[in-house]
């Protein structure tokens, strides 16, 4: 079976439930929209923002689409979806994505970043916005060297947006008493929860009318077992539903029903 066989069954303009979404093609449910306007307030306001949620929740998802409402010309997004590269790694990265040629010892490199956060930030006016993705693997070293980029204006305004995105051990781990200069300047806490057994239909017909089918393609015992198993979150609702037309398909049903979706729960459990 190929995707062009799956895609003329169905009658789709293109593939549904695909992560490769614009911004503006998103799906707004409550999560995500709340997710997005407070990721929003903590850039306008350069504050350090922690955003959890389980993995598949939608927390890349919502910066992403935060960062596309910023006007590109007042803005610049570093992204770092690798923390585990340590604190030269972290302030190299940063330097790197504004332009400059990391300079090899420590010692050198940490005024190199605060100078580059700077001139990006007091010389071409624009707001940094600094994204640290899955921190909840990032180690104490580099949280805390993040904290001093964050805290170089001697608290005075700071010099740019930290957004710490991770699981909700991330949280947990910034309540230790070695994390509390950090803690105590954290601006925002949001924690992204999944979708109710709504906004998962709303979800599902989300995908499917971008694809084009603006019909009742899934039903509704389906939709409930893949919110019961997915647990709400979008990227596990993704996968199954899917996978559940997949099932269909190779039984030859015009409709994903609910034995469509539990083939689709055991081949997915068995991954």
Known sequence: MSIDQLRTHYSFARMPFSKDLAPGMLHHHRAHAEAVARISWCISERAIGVITG??????TVA?????????????TVVYLGTPGVGTRGTYAAIVSALGGIPRFHAASLIPQTQNALAVETQERGKTVTVIIDEAHMADAETLEGLRCLANAGMDA????????????????????????ALEQRVGLRYALTGLDLPECASYITHH????????????????????????????????????????????????????????????????
């Open 54 to 59: 389980e993995c598949g929740s939608g927390k």
């Open 63 to 75: 910066a992403r689409a935060a960062m596309a409402d910023c006007d590109a010309s007042r803005h």
């Open 157 to 180: 305004a700071p010099p740019f947006c930290l957004l710490l995105l991770g699981q909700p051990t991330l949280r947990r781990r910034l309540r230790l008493g070695a994390f509390t």
């Open 208 to 271: 499917l009318t971008l694809a084009g089918r603006s019909d009742h393609l899934f039903s509704d015992d389906a939709i409930a077992l893949i919110h019961q198993v997915s647990r709400g979150l979008p990227r596990v609702i993704n996968n199954l539903a899917l996978q559940s037309l997949v099932a269909a398909f190779a039984a030859g049903k015009a409709i994903v029903d609910e034995s469509s979706a539990r083939a689709a729960v055991a081949e997915v459990a068995a991954e």
